[in-house]
Nanobody
Framework: QVQLVESGGGLVQPGGSLRLTCAAS????????IGWFRQAPGKEREGVSC????????HYADSVRGRFTISRDNDKKTVYLQMNSLKPEDTAVYYC????????????????WGQGTQVTVSS
């Protein structure tokens, strides 16, 4: 079955960096768009970034554009989210997901989710 496992979260100071990893199994990653979402305490889950199966098209939320970079390695069945210049407002549980729609303008409709990894940005 479809399985997504996130890793790489942790505690980092403002201005620091983290790289999240989403390891996929149980399906052919080459054919799937992958997205990163996050949910902060008391807030709704929001789309952060996504990448199409080819890797040609990516989308970023306005709040992270210019600081986060999504990439994929289909041979390793892995998708990455490089997060730089982290801010306290980036604190959230980050999830990767598949079976979603992903365009330059937006993302959504994900049906398969990982368990999440906690990112905390604090001094």
């Amino acid at each position: 079955q479809v399985q997504l496992v996130e890793s790489g979260g942790g505690l980092v100071q403002p201005g620091g960096s983290l790289r999240l990893t989403c390891a996929a199994s149980g399906f052919t990653l080459d054919y799937k768009a992958i997205g990163w979402f996050r949910q902060a305490p008391g807030k709704e889950r929001e789309g952060v970034s996504c990448i199409t199966s080819s890797g040609i098209v990516t989308h970023y939320a306005d709040s992270v554009r210019g600081r986060f970079t999504i990439s994929r390695d289909n041979d390793k069945k892995t998708v990455y989210l490089q997060m730089n210049s982290l801010k306290p407002e980036d604190t959230a549980v980050y999830y990767c997901a598949t079976d979603l729609w992903c365009t330059v303008r937006g993302m959504g409709g994900a049906r398969n989710w990982g368990q999440g990894t906690q990112v905390t940005v604090s001094s």
